[in-house]
């Protein structure tokens, strides 16, 4: 199993920007998925990005697309969320996850086996 740590959380100002790393340890395959989610106060945790370990595939949601990018440094098997143009309704926990039980579901936290303890983005405006 994928053990996962976040960070980079952080205050930043309206229009800033912040990069997260996911550092993943473990038995970790080509065929992996691994995705960013996020959980604002008294909201449902949402699917933000996520990246084929392989580079194969990588999908962002509607409402980060253009402003944030999944990346990933082989060396030292972590990924990175690079989040630029912040708005304050990008508030919220961020955790990445793995352990996809399926491809196609990659959009919901319920197929995902592994999770982070997640790291805190505050966007102040």
């Known amino acids: 199993q994928v053990q996962l740590v976040e960070s980079g959380g952080g205050l930043v100002q309206a229009g800033g920007s912040l990069r997260l790393s996911c550092a993943a340890s473990?038995?970790?395959?080509?065929?992996?998925?691994i995705s960013w989610f996020r959980q604002a106060p008294g909201k449902e945790r949402e699917f933000v990005a996520t990246?084929?370990?392989?580079?194969?595939?990588?999908y962002y949601a509607d409402s980060v697309k253009g402003r944030f990018t999944i990346s990933k440094d082989n060396a030292k098997n972590t990924l990175y969320l690079q989040m630029n143009s912040l708005k304050p309704d990008d508030t919220a926990v961020y955790y990445c996850?793995?352990?996809?039980?399926?491809?196609?579901?990659?959009?919901?936290?319920?197929?995902?086996?592994?999770w982070g303890q997640g790291t805190r983005v505050t966007v102040s405006s």
């Open positions: 990246r084929w370990w392989s580079g194969a595939n990588t």
């Open positions: 996850a793995a352990g996809l039980t399926y491809y196609g579901g990659y959009a919901s936290r319920e197929n995902y086996k592994s």
């Open positions: 473990g038995q970790i395959f080509e065929s992996d998925v």
